[in-house]
């Protein structure tokens, strides 16, 4: 029971502050803050959801696990309904910890969730990938840390694109995750280089959970996104004789 309605949270899978210049000045608003990202070079604004008892006066001291969504808007409060059910005290549900929600809206998707150029007859945007996820490690992990009561337990969840970053991501050592979830990662993007990285992954990152999930969309799908997916597994377990964290 307990993998199925994981598994519908991964196929469904969506107070403000304004920080300028350092991290940490601004003013709290509600839902919404922007961040002033010396990385990108640009304002990025995320939504951010608090569990129910964030505010409780009896419970000032308790901390929260961070949920980072990627194509923040679209998914926002679909994430926040399926999070907060499955984590209520009044449901008696207990599925998964009550947890800080918080949803990067898009400015660029392709050049935030691709780490590698793709060949275009128009000039791209295309593989900026590597600098979105400094921005989002180094500026707004350590923003979400000095605002909100938060505890060091991190989730990534991407889709199409934005689960191939989550895998890239997972597949980075000094990615400061500690769960993944891939919504039906385009790794048709660039499939050599997704065979290069699983050859160099390292043991810190096969410590850590991820779970793969394929929008079932029939056999031309199966072709596109499914036979890739399986692969990708495939190579992971040919490559490190040992029980992989992975769900797919």
């Known amino acids: 029971m307990k993998n199925l309605i994981f598994s519908i949270v991964c196929l469904l899978f969506g ?22 990202s010396n990385i990108l070079n640009e304002k990025r604004t995320c939504l951010i959801n608090l569990p129910d008892s964030y505010n409780d006066p009896s419970k000032t001291e308790e901390k929260y696990p961070v949920i980072i969504l990627l194509d923040g808007y679209t998914f926002f409060k679909t994430a926040i309904g399926v999070v907060h059910f499955m984590s209520s005290d009044r449901n008696r549900n207990y599925l998964m910890p009550k947890s800080i929600i918080v949803a990067i809206e898009n400015v660029d998707r392709e050049r ?58 997972y597949m980075d050592e000094n990615n400061i995750f ?49 036979k890739r997916h399986d692969l990708f597994y495939e190579m992971l377990k040919k490559e490190f004789d040992t029980q992989l964290n992975i769900k797919i």
Request: proline share 4%.
């Open 178 to 226: 500690d769960a993944f979830i891939s919504i039906d990662p385009s790794i048709w993007w660039n499939e050599e280089i997704m065979k290069s990285k699983v050859e160099s992954i390292t043991p810190k990152s096969l410590d850590k959970k991820m779970y793969i999930a394929t929008a079932n969309q029939g056999e031309v799908n199966y072709e596109r996104n499914k």
């Open 15 to 36: 107070c403000s502050q304004t920080a300028n210049g350092q991290i940490g000045e601004g003013h709290i608003e509600e839902k919404k803050f922007v961040i002033e």
């Open 112 to 169: 935030d969730f691709t780490v590698t150029k793709l060949k275009t007859r128009r000039p791209n945007t295309m593989g900026g990938g590597k600098m979105f996820l400094d921005f989002i490690q180094k500026e707004l992990v350590p923003f979400l840390d000095e605002n909100y009561r938060t505890e060091p337990t991190r989730t990534l969840i991407g889709l199409s694109l934005g689960g191939l970053l989550t895998l890239n991501s």
